[in-house]
């Protein structure tokens, strides 16, 4: 247990941004499971609405990528991935 006020400062602070992190992860985790599906089950007539939740779930990933949640070469990776198989459902 910490003795002095910094030490106990930090670990609240340490347990706030842990708090939050998990929050960005898990949306992340959320949306991009949304997206496999949309993309999955995917025909000519709702290209656009999966068009839509694939820049929803980009934005979300650079959003975690800014905040520093995630490495920006996850994030990266995150993203070309969830492209890879949008392309390949759309051949």
């Known amino acids: ?5 910094s ?3 930090r670990i609240e602070i340490n347990e706030r941004n842990r708090l939050r992190n998990k929050a960005y992860k898990s949306t992340i985790k959320t949306i991009y499971k949304k997206c496999r599906v949309a993309i999955e089950n ?3 007539t ?6 839509k939740l694939i820049s ?3 934005s979300k990933i650079d959003k ?3 905040k520093g949640v995630l490495h920006s070469n996850a994030g ?3 993203k070309a991935t969830l492209d890879k198989y949008f392309k390949k ?3």
Request: with cysteine.
């Open 64 to 66: 975690a990528v800014q």
């Open 7 to 9: 030490a106990k400062k």
């Open 46 to 51: 709702n290209k656009s609405s999966v068009e």
């Open 56 to 58: 929803l779930c980009h």
């Open 89 to 91: 459902a759309l051949a």
């Open 1 to 5: 247990m910490a003795n002095n006020k």
């Open 76 to 78: 990266a990776s995150k």
């Open 42 to 44: 995917m025909d000519g």
